[in-house]
């Protein structure tokens, strides 16, 4: 595209051309005016009259141009039900855990909170690692069975 406001002169173009096939390019060339440059970008107006300057934002910006002026987004938030709904659930985790013996609490904690591998369990407490998966799936159904009634 050349400068913005600018049609081409399709008739030196397009000597050939027909009255209706130039006025199609000059309408065309216009809409593409339009999507690339008005959109795009503020206009500002200043009135000798008034001796005021004013400034129209544009109706459209590039992520590129608000990256480089460095515009901040904001980040998605969570909604307020989903955050009295994750505390319930917590609340209620802990409940659970709660009524859960040392030992069981001790391996969901190692498991689950401090991310140690069935395998490690296994070393630590001196058994076989098929014990400890054993009493895992065990407590994993005592939680289970304990959400499904509240």
């Known amino acids: 595209m050349a400068k ?5 002169d399709y ?6 051309a027909g009255e209706d096939v130039i006025a199609v390019l000059k309408t065309t060339e216009r809409k593409m005016q339009y999507q690339e ?11 000798q009259k008034d001796k ?10 590039s992520l590129e141009r608000l990256a ?5 987004f904001a980040g998605e938030a969570e909604s307020v039900e989903e955050t ?4 319930i659930q917590y609340v209620q985790l802990h409940k659970a855990l709660s009524l859960l013996s040392g030992d069981e609490r001790e391996l969901i904690e190692r498991l ?7 395998r490690e369990v296994a070393v630590d407490m001196g058994i076989y690692p098929n014990a ?13 069975n304990f959400f499904e009634k509240n």
């Open 4 to 8: 913005a406001y600018r049609i081409p």
């Open 11 to 16: 008739r030196k173009m397009y000597p050939e």
């Open 37 to 47: 440059y008005d959109l795009k970008t503020e206009q500002i107006i200043i009135s």
């Open 52 to 61: 005021s300057i004013t400034t129209i934002p544009s109706r459209e910006d």
């Open 68 to 72: 480089e002026q460095e515009v901040q």
């Open 84 to 87: 009295v709904l994750r505390r």
């Open 112 to 118: 689950f909170f401090q991310n140690q591998t069935v």
């Open 132 to 144: 400890v998966h054993k009493r895992k799936k065990r407590i994993l159904k005592k939680l289970k």
